[in-house]
């Protein structure tokens, strides 16, 4: 994808449906998983702002994956105000997500085309965020505010929403399977799916098979979804 623009990235977080959730400091380290991501077919990547200098190694991962691999989407996520905003997508972010809905966040992304999903746990939020332009609105935690039956009441008076939960969705068919049945059309999933394991053991090819066989999950029940 050369372009990257708003509407592409978009597709691509909605054609990959699982959103890969990650955060850690050491940059070589981050290189490696994100490149086993994307070698799995997961191409959008979510790396959290979480630690200190995170938007450093942020810039310093985008630089390389623009010339190694320049097909990796690399978005941005625990973002709650716009100045944070602002910096990463001046360091590359195509997608940028939030635990939070912030109307100032929603301008910035809007002003150069980003994607922006905010953290939503009820309809009047999510209502809300469609209005400062939102189109993947993120659920969280997706637990904690009502699973996937949360999201099936709210599709039922609003089924134009787009709903990307993050926090409590696990890389298994019983949890997948619940998820997209009640209607949405990506999901978020870190350490449940790139496993500290995996991390602390540096199995890159561990982690690739993780997500390879987590997307062909995905991609098997939403199949199975749109035929019936």
């Not at 955060?23 to 991501?37: G, M, R, S, W």
């Not at 790396?47 to 994956?65: E, I, M, S």
């Not at 910096?87 to 972010?93: E, H, Q, S, T, Y």
């Not at 965020?129 to 039922?156: H, N, R, T, W, Y």
Request: glycine share 10%.
């Amino acid at each position: 994808m050369a372009t990257k623009d708003r509407m592409a990235v978009l597709a691509a977080m909605m054609d990959q449906s699982i959103i890969p959730v990650f955060y850690h400091p050491d940059v070589e380290l981050c290189k490696n998983v994100i490149q086993a991501c994307a070698n799995a077919g997961a191409k959008c990547v979510e790396f959290t702002n979480r630690g200190d200098f995170a938007a450093q190694a942020f810039l310093d991962v985008t630089r390389h994956f623009a010339k190694a691999d320049p097909s990796v989407i690399m978005g941005v996520g625990s973002i709650v105000d716009a100045p944070t905003a602002a910096l990463f997508i001046a360091n590359g972010a195509k997608f940028v997500v939030g635990p939070l809905l912030n109307a100032e966040v929603a301008k910035v992304c809007n002003r150069r085309g980003i994607p922006y999903s905010p953290g939503c746990g009820s309809a009047t939020e999510i209502g809300d965020a469609q209005e400062l332009g939102v189109e993947i609105v993120k659920v969280f935690p997706g637990s904690s505010v009502g699973g996937p039956d949360f999201v099936k009441s709210v599709m039922g008076p609003m089924p134009w929403t787009r709903i990307m939960p993050t926090g409590g969705v696990e890389p298994t068919e019983e949890s997948l399977r619940k998820w997209f049945g009640a209607g949405i059309v990506a999901c978020g999933i870190g350490s449940n799916m790139i496993t500290k394991k995996l991390l602390d053991a540096k199995d890159f090819a561990g982690i690739e098979d993780s997500v390879r066989k987590t997307l062909a999950l995905s991609k098997t029940i939403k199949a199975e979804l749109a035929a019936k």
